[in-house]
């Protein structure tokens, strides 16, 4: 196990530096740069070379690539092309509106998964497991902002319980009001992302459910549910996880989706500003954020199996 | 299997019956509005502003500066659709190509393949799609490729995994024993082989891609602002939402139609062409 975590460890340090490589590179096909943007229109040369300088951009590319990466190492996301601001420090601030709704996003995904999934798959070709089925299809289909939006209609606009939009300004500070400007939010991002993982379930323990380890602890005596608990569960967990570990990937995307629904200032609505200003670093920090969460995730999804499956650990 | 046996299969089950009505109402839709449509989409017209349905010939009702609603939903399909089966291609293609030479290239290459398709795979459609936007400009063409290579990855890895298990079974060895070179045994072993499942992964892209179009055009980096399409619809009558509901509803719902329709085709597709499924009924 300790090789074999040395191992994927190192894989997942290269996968990010060649991750950071591409995102790097992806940024710099933009044709002409922000120095334009900053001067305006009526610029002079020198003007624009000053700006250049001042900002690294007259370095050839590796150069800027190295101190990128340097930085980034340390934590410093470099400085806004626009405004001078620490990326950093604006990164942390959204991220405490991003993290907690990518998270309870999931873990809401998770609680009507499981125990629907597991009831479609034992309730198969019933009125409950064929009519759970047909939601899921629904609910896969639905896209999330549109279910925002409903959403909105419903509790905001028809009931008044919730508000539409936006975060209290002070944040966290009074813990009740954020609160509830997340839980539209977290609904629309919980229900379409759980009704993917619902299906996945459902195959799994439906797999289980017809595998010849559990007809042997049926023909034993066990109970279905018995049965099912000392041994199905286990294995059904298998594929969960893995699907699991790429939802967190698609939620944090649906993130950016979700937080300009709410107009929540969140990592996501930060990254369509500052892509549509062509704030270079900014866009570069924040892209490299969402891909090297992704790796970080497929990482912990690795030791999730080898713990799950006692088979993995002993074939090398 | 002939392609036509494949489509009665597909076409008997309610799911695949319903997905090849709704997409075939669809293009049809997406069709005649390139000649005609009951009112002009992109028209201004402040006397029929915020009609109900069914008022004056406005099947969907106007909204705020009278644009009328089917139109704009009619000239929208175009988009979505020509995205959805675009970007299905552009994913065949990147996926095909990276999946063979994963699978057959030598062992140095075929292993830096499959790492790069894991980092390519970490890399979400919606981001990259935006990047690209900000990088080339919004245009219909990004969003193509964009969701074409996200996606590509992604059945790159099942094309390979395919490939892999294909390519070890006897019926291949035999073809290579009577001297079939590389390029026959893609072409008339391989390829036939891995077919089915990736068209029923591409049916599942078409269902993707249509989920992102619409976000994308939602947060505006579809193609040009004024051609209406699904997702700018929901962007614009988002601020008119408690007065006027439907506007949200009618786009809403056909993005979820279609997305459904193209999952259930997946799913009909699945059964029709899977032995292993077929014998069991």
């Keep these: 196990m300790t090789f074999w975590l040395l191992r994927r460890v190192a894989l997942f340090a290269v996968s990010l530096l060649v991750a950071s490589v591409l995102v790097f590179a992806l940024l710099r096909l933009l044709p002409g740069d922000v120095a334009a943007t900053i001067a305006g229109t009526d610029a002079t040369p020198q003007r624009l070379a000053a700006i250049r300088a001042e900002l690294g951009l007259d370095r050839s590319l590796p150069a800027q690539y190295g101190s990128w990466l340097a930085g980034v190492l340390r934590g410093d996301f470099g400085t806004s092309q626009l405004n001078g601001a620490s990326v950093s420090a604006e990164l942390g601030r959204k991220l405490s509106v991003t993290a907690p709704l990518v998270l309870g996003g999931a873990l809401l995904a998770v609680l009507v998964a499981l125990p629907f999934g597991v009831l479609a798959a034992v309730r198969n070709r019933t009125f409950v497991g064929t009519g759970i089925s047909a939601v899921s299809q629904v609910g896969i289909a639905v896209p999330t902002l549109w279910l925002g939006l409903v959403l909105v209609l419903v509790f905001s606009v028809q009931l008044g319980a919730l508000p539409a939009q936006g975060f209290p300004v002070d944040g966290w500070a009074d813990p009740g009001s954020a609160v509830r400007s997340l839980v539209l939010p977290w609904v629309a991002l919980g229900l379409t992302e759980g009704a993917v993982l619902l299906r996945f379930v459902r195959s799994a323990v439906l797999g289980v459910l017809h595998s010849d380890f559990l007809r042997t602890a049926r023909a034993k005596g066990l109970t279905r549910g018995q049965a099912l608990r000392a041994h199905g569960f286990r294995n059904a967990a298998l594929p969960v996880v893995s699907v699991l570990g790429v939802q967190l990937a698609t939620l944090i995307v649906g993130a950016v989706v979700v937080e300009r629904v709410f107009t929540l200032p969140g990592v996501g609505s930060m990254l369509v500003v500052d892509v549509g200003n062509r704030d270079l670093v900014k866009v570069q920090g924040e892209v490299f954020l969402v891909v090297a969460a992704v790796l970080v995730i497929s990482l912990l999804v690795d030791v999730a199996h080898r713990l799950i499956d006692p088979r993995l650990r002993e074939v090398r | ?281």
Excluded: K
Excluded at chain 2, 34 to 56: C, E, H, K, M, V
Excluded at chain 2, 152 to 178: C, F, K, M, P, Q
Excluded at chain 2, 260 to 272: C, I, K, P, S
């Design chain 2, 1 to 281: 299997m002939t392609a036509l046996r494949v489509l009665r299969l597909v076409a008997r089950r309610p799911t695949g019956a319903f997905g090849l009505v709704w997409l075939g109402l669809l293009t049809v839709g997406a069709v005649v509005s390139l000649f005609w449509t009951p009112f002009d989409p992109q028209r201004t017209d402040p006397g029929s502003a915020w009609l109900l349905p069914f008022t004056d010939g406005h099947v969907l009702g106007t909204d705020r500066i009278g644009h009328d609603q089917f139109s704009q939903l009619l000239v929208g399909a175009r988009e979505t659709l020509v995205v959805a089966v675009c970007s299905a291609l552009v994913a065949a293609v990147v996926g095909l190509a990276l999946g063979l030479v994963a699978a057959l290239g030598p062992r140095w290459v075929g292993f830096s393949a499959v790492a790069l398709i894991d980092i390519l795979v970490a890399f979400p459609t919606l981001l990259l799609a935006m990047v690209l936007a900000a990088v080339y400009g919004s245009s219909l063409g990004t969003v193509v490729v964009a969701i074409g290579i996200g996606f590509g990855v992604a059945v790159a890895r099942v094309a390979r995994a395919e490939i892999t298990a294909v390519r070890g079974t006897d019926y291949v060895l035999a073809a290579r024993v009577g001297g079939a070179g590389t390029g026959r045994i893609i072409r008339r072993h391989l390829l036939p082989n891995i077919a089915p499942t990736l068209i029923v992964q591409l049916s599942l892209v078409m269902a993707l891609a249509v989920l992102v179009e619409a976000a994308l055009t939602y947060l505006g980096y579809g193609s040009a602002p004024s051609s209406p399409s699904w997702g700018g619809m929901l962007h614009e009558q988002q601020a008119h939402i408690a007065a006027r509901p439907l506007l949200v509803i009618w786009p809403g719902l056909a993005v979820a139609l279609t997305v459904l329709a193209f999952n259930l085709l997946g799913d009909a597709l699945r059964e029709a062409t899977d032995p292993r499924l077929v014998r069991t009924r």
